[in-house]
């Protein structure tokens, strides 16, 4: 129960139908503490056989669901965000224990995460269609939006709780039913979120979590099934492509949110002071593990010095520990497969002449810890440059003019965040505009919040989520063809 105020929070059984499945026939796993290696808790196996009761349970309660008032709805997530501000200290616990992110950070990961709860209930009331002019004079044209029906979301363990409501909540505004895949590193914060939804009131069926680490089992379903009508997902490039194919048998519509490689500019014209703190929450939020995170941090030849002592005196000053513990700004990486990756990109840049400015080595903190890492003059043909590290290492590479910056910057096939520093607003609106990124931030490093439209371009992914676009992805439209209408 690890110390929640409100203990039944904490559940370690599959939430399928309104039921609470503790024992599948497919056994249980052991979820561990990234910060200590000690197991958290034992969660059942869910495979085939569950995600179809999942999705035909979805499929019962969209007939209702669907039929429900718009208000209705709302209302029921507005309860939802109450619900979750309200067990803000626990949840946020919950994701410092199973995905290993300070405290601090993981309570304002709980606000982002209520904060798309409370959007959309607003949404809900405003779902439109239009009437348009019609080619004959007898006729008249109206569209409808209605939901899309059954949705599958597979989530990442990075961000544990707004991963799931960015997606449920537009879905359930919709009229839609969800069935939720969470990471399996991270299910209790999921688990604890549909608690929460039971208690405002979401009926069974309608959000159903599965727990389990047979991704393949549940991902085969999920877009294999044919009553699921969308899929949204966020994670790798490399999974997103796999679950597009899997979903095309069924020409599901789907939704991707997927990896990053996020270039900064930083030129010579930029506030320092103002790079500096904004390079590093680009950079170095939860541990460096985000798909929007810096990952290639182009800067100025007239500003590179001063820039690089400035950031390393910072970096190297960050402290490095368990989450729970007071003061903590760097937790542990997911797993030792993560750590062994950020060990292998500042090999490979040290190895191709890159300056080591600090960092650069494995934590003493545990095993699943790296020390904040700095590294200047990276080639451009280092790994780092060109994959996403997922990690707290921050790669600085020299630029002179803006337009062999942007051609860096977009020297990728990814295209999802991007970032500039600059005063110059010409320089700004010429370096935004040529940027290929879904997503640019202009001297911040922080650009993530509800009212926003998070997505990328080129293979970052497909649509946008959170703002007044994250509810169409839910929605299809429905024209009706009106004959026999004699004007007076
Ligand atoms: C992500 O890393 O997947 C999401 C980051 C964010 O919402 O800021």
Redesign the pocket.
């Known amino acids: 129960m690890d110390n929640l105020s409100d203990k039944s929070l904490w559940r370690t059984a599959a939430y399928i139908d309104g039921q609470w499945v503790g024992e599948t026939s497919h056994g249980s796993y052991d979820l561990t503490n990234p910060a200590t290696g000690a197991v958290l808790a034992v969660l059942p196996r869910c495979k085939e056989a569950e995600t179809d009761r999942a999705i035909e349970a979805a499929n019962r309660a969209f007939g209702q669901w669907r039929k429900t008032s718009a208000q209705h709805r709302a209302d029921i997530l507005r309860r939802w965000y109450e619900l979750m501000v309200a067990a803000r200290e626990d949840l946020a616990r919950l994701i410092t224990l199973e995905e290993g992110k300070p405290l601090s950070e993981a309570l304002g990961e709980v606000d ?1 995460a209520a904060s798309f709860l409370r959007w959309f209930s607003e949404e809900a009331t405003r779902v439109r269609g239009d009437t348009i002019p019609a080619k004959l004079t007898s006729q008249r044209i109206v569209t409808l939006k209605q939901p899309i029906g059954v949705c599958a979301a597979i989530t ?1 363990w ?2 544990p709780a ?2 799931i409501t ?1 997606k449920a909540g537009p879905a359930l505004a919709a009229g839609c039913t969800m069935v939720v895949k969470p990471a399996s590193q991270t299910p209790l914060t999921a688990l604890a979120l549909a608690e929460l939804a039971e208690r405002a009131g979401v009926p069974a069926g309608v959000f159903s979590v599965l727990t389990g680490n047979d991704t393949r089992a549940i991902g085969g379903r999920l877009t294999g099934h044919d009553l699921v009508r969308k899929l949204t997902f ?1 994670g790798s490039t490399e999974v997103g492509r796999v679950l597009l194919q899997q979903s095309a048998a069924t020409i599901k519509t789907c939704s991707m ?1 997927l990896g ?1 490689n996020a270039p900064v500019l930083i030129f010579d014209d930029a506030d320092l002071d103002k790079a500096v703190e904004g390079v590093l929450v680009a950079k170095f ?2 541990s460096g ?5 810096a990952n290639r941090i182009y800067v100025q030849n007239g500003i590179f010095d001063a820039f690089a002592e400035r950031f390393a005196e910072r970096v190297a000053a960050l402290k490095v520990g368990n989450g729970l513990e007071d003061g903590v700004e760097i937790g542990p990486l997911i797993d030792g497969g993560a750590v062994d990756k950020v060990q292998a990109h500042v090999e490979d840049a040290i190895g191709r002449g890159a300056k080591l400015l600090c960092g650069g080595v494995r934590s003493e903190a545990g095993a699943n810890f790296f020390a904040p890492t700095v590294l200047a003059d990276v080639p451009a043909d280092a790994d780092i440059a060109r994959e996403e590290t997922f990690g707290p290492v921050a790669a600085l590479f020299r630029f002179r003019e803006d337009a062999e910056a942007v051609a860096l910057a977009n020297d990728t096939e990814y295209g999802l965040a991007a970032y500039l520093f600059s005063r110059d607003a010409a320089r700004i609106w010429r370096v935004s505009e040529a940027l290929e990124a879904g997503m640019v931030g202009i001297n911040t490093g922080f ?2 919040n509800e009212a926003a439209p ?1 997505g990328g371009v080129k293979q970052s992914g497909l649509g946008r989520e959170g703002s007044h676009l994250g509810i169409e992805e839910f929605l299809e439209v429905k024209y009706l063809c009106w004959d026999g209408v004699t004007p007076l």
């Open positions: 982002y990442p990075n961000f707004a991963m960015r966020t949110e990053g939020r939860n593990q985000s798909c929007v995170g650009i993530s998070f």
